[in-house]
Nanobody, 128 residues
């Protein structure tokens, strides 16, 4: 069965950290562009961070630069999103998506509704 599964979400206090995982089954993530997107209640889905399937280039939306890090572990067929210094405004459902089409991570993150495969999401709540 081909699927993406996100994990690692939860409740964390402001200033805390979480590491999200996006693991593929039924296919290999190699050569796929992988993006992390989030959707807060009442808001549109937005691109948070994306990583190229070819050269490993990365992109971060301005609000998470310096706090979030995206990385790929090919041996585990998993892409991670390390989130540090979390803020209440980071609260959202986080989704990962895999796509073969995008040639740049910027383009993938600018297209929050496009992807060959999507996970079902993991909830991140930042609250004291």
């Amino acid at each position: 069965q081909v699927q993406l599964v996100e994990s690692g979400g939860g409740l964390v206090q402001p200033g805390g950290s979480l590491r999200l995982s996006c693991t593929a089954s039924g296919f290999t993530l190699n050569y796929y562009a992988i993006g992390w997107f989030r959707q807060a209640p009442g808001k549109e889905r937005e691109g948070v961070s994306c990583i190229s399937g070819s050269d490993g280039g990365t992109y971060y939306t301005d609000s998470v630069k310096g706090r979030f890090t995206i990385s790929r572990d090919s041996a585990k067929n998993t892409v991670y999103l390390q989130m540090n210094s979390l803020k209440p405004e980071d609260t959202a459902v986080y989704y990962c998506a895999a796509d073969l089409f995008f040639t740049t991570p910027q383009a993938q993150c600018a297209s929050p509704l496009i992807g060959d495969y999507w996970g079902k999401g993991t909830l991140v709540t930042v609250s004291s």
